[in-house]
């Protein structure tokens, strides 16, 4: 069984940084991408962020130049480093692990994380 745990979110001023973390954890024999995905109140879900195993990355127009994905391989653990934070940015966060094994995709979620900005 894979779980992604995810963490660093919380409440934060206008101009602030929060970094989060996707740490996958169980039998996922290879990660081949990694998302971070939003939510804000009543709207759908946004992708915020891409990074695939190749290290090339995609961002969502509204995060470009403000959020920076990463993975670390040895840890099997993403982030997101979120600055210069707007209250637009409030949202539940979910992280996305995706597996590819003989060409069958399998995808994995966190729990979601809260991000506030607000001052």
């Known amino acids: 069984q894979v779980q992604l745990v995810e963490s660093g979110g919380g409440l934060v001023q206008p101009g602030g940084s929060l970094r989060l973390s996707c740490a996958a954890s169980?039998?996922?024999?290879?990660?081949?991408?990694t998302g971070w995905y939003r939510q804000a109140a009543g709207k759908g879900r946004e992708l915020v962020a891409l990074?695939?195993?190749?290290?090339?990355?995609n961002y969502g127009d509204s995060v470009k130049g403000r959020f920076t994905i990463s993975f670390d391989n040895a840890k099997n653990t993403g982030y997101l480093q979120m600055n210069s934070l707007k209250p637009e940015d409030t949202a539940v966060y979910y992280c996305?692990?995706?597996?590819?094994?003989?060409?069958?995709?399998?995808?994995?979620w966190g729990q979601g994380t809260q991000v506030t900005v607000s001052s």
């Open positions: 990074i695939n195993d190749s290290g090339s990355t």
């Open positions: 996305n692990m995706k597996s590819v094994k003989s060409g069958v995709v399998t995808d994995y």
């Open positions: 169980g039998s996922i024999s290879s990660i081949n991408a």
